[in-house]
C-alpha cells in the first residue's frame, strides 16, 4: 500500500513545473504553520514557568548578587 507521501511523490512526477511550485508553497505554508504552533507551544510553557520564579525568596536572592 502506498503511503500518502509516495502518492504525492508520484503526482509531483507527472505535472509540469508551474504546478510543482503551487504544491511547493503550500507545503512551506505548512511548515510555516505547524512553527508557528510549536513556537506558541514552547512560549506557553516558558510563560507557565514564569510563576515558579516569581517569588519573594528567589527576589530577596538574587538582589543581592
Keep these: 500500500m502506498n503511503t500518502a507521501r509516495e502518492r504525492l511523490l508520484k503526482i509531483i512526477e507527472k505535472i ?13 505554508y505548512l511548515a510555516a504553520k505547524q512553527e508557528k504552533r510549536l ?3 514552547l512560549t506557553k510553557a516558558s510563560e507557565s514557568s514564569l510563576d515558579f520564579w516569581d517569588n519573594d525568596i528567589d527576589d530577596e536572592v538574587w538582589n543581592n548578587v
Design 39 to 41: 513556537t506558541g507551544d
Design 16 to 28: 509540469p513545473d508551474q504546478e510543482v511550485d503551487k504544491i511547493l508553497d503550500f507545503a512551506e
